[in-house]
T-cell receptor, first 109, second 116 residues
Framework: QKEVEQNSGPLSVPEGAIASLNCTYS??????FFWYRQYSGKSPELIMFIYSNGDKEDGRFTAQLNKASQYVSLLIRDSQPSDSATYLCAVMNFNKFYFGSGTKLNVKP | SAVISQKPSRDICQRGTSLTIQCQVDSQVTMMFWYRQQPGQSLTLIATANQGSEATYESGFVIDKFPISRPNLTFSTLTVSNMSPEDSSIYLCSVEDRGREGNEQFFGPGTRLTVL
């Protein structure tokens, strides 16, 4: 079983809509959860991280964590074409990061 | 946050040769990591490089194939030895550093390796 699972997509949403990206993880002891954005040919860049149950908002981005259900999600409000990228979910467990395979998001103008 | 550079940014190599990738950080960091990202795939951790000790390799990766050096707190190298076309990938250096709210992992720009 993979440590971190994501739907590979692609997820297509129209410009201005809310994009919802989901991630599940297998280890209940995981401590921190990260969302990275990766444009084609570029290295991942951190968007947000969350470590407590509930929601965390930063601009158009909201991360949601539910430790009981072992899932973490990322909502992107008012999606823009520039948000089109692959979004990687990462879980930190004892200083090791485990990455999901990523969800490709397409925001159509 | 840490700023990371890698050299070379890309290379095309012949089967059987070796390539050493350099990673330089603009601040002292305890933990440095080497990842591989094969085409269309996510990141796979190769090893953790700690200064003053041997690197810790993940399952499926061995020191003979991927020797790592960590001579100081700002620099590390990864060598891809006796390369085959299956080693064609992007190799990423990353560090754990203090971010806005806690420890975060930052990535270098990557080295795109093609093995013929």
């Amino acid at each position: 079983q993979k440590e971190v699972e994501q739907n590979s997509g692609p997820l297509s949403v129209p410009e201005g809509a809310i994009a919802s990206l989901n991630c599940t993880y297998s280890d209940r002891g995981s401590q921190s959860f990260f969302w990275y954005r990766q444009y084609s040919g570029k290295s991942p860049e951190l968007i947000m991280f969350i470590y407590s149950n509930g929601d965390k908002e930063d601009g158009r981005f909201t991360a949601q964590l539910n430790k009981a259900s072992q899932y973490v999600s990322l909502l992107i409000r008012d999606s823009q074409p520039s948000d089109s990228a692959t979004y990687l979910c990462a879980v930190m467990n004892f200083n090791k990061f485990y990455f999901g395979s990523g969800t490709k998001l397409n925001v159509k103008p | 946050s840490a700023v990371i550079s890698q050299k070379p940014s890309r290379d095309i190599c012949q089967r059987g040769t070796s390539l050493t990738i350099q990673c330089q950080v603009d601040s002292q960091v305890t933990m440095m990591f080497w990842y591989r990202q094969q085409p269309g795939q996510s990141l796979t951790l190769i090893a953790t490089a700690n200064q003053g000790s041997e690197a810790t390799y993940e399952s499926g990766f061995v020191i003979d194939k991927f020797p790592i050096s960590r001579p100081n707190l700002t620099f590390s190298t990864l060598t891809v030895s006796n390369m085959s076309p299956e080693d064609s990938s992007i190799y990423l250096c990353s560090v754990e550093d203090r971010g806005r709210e806690g420890n975060e992992q930052f990535f270098g720009p990557g080295t795109r390796l093609t093995v013929l």
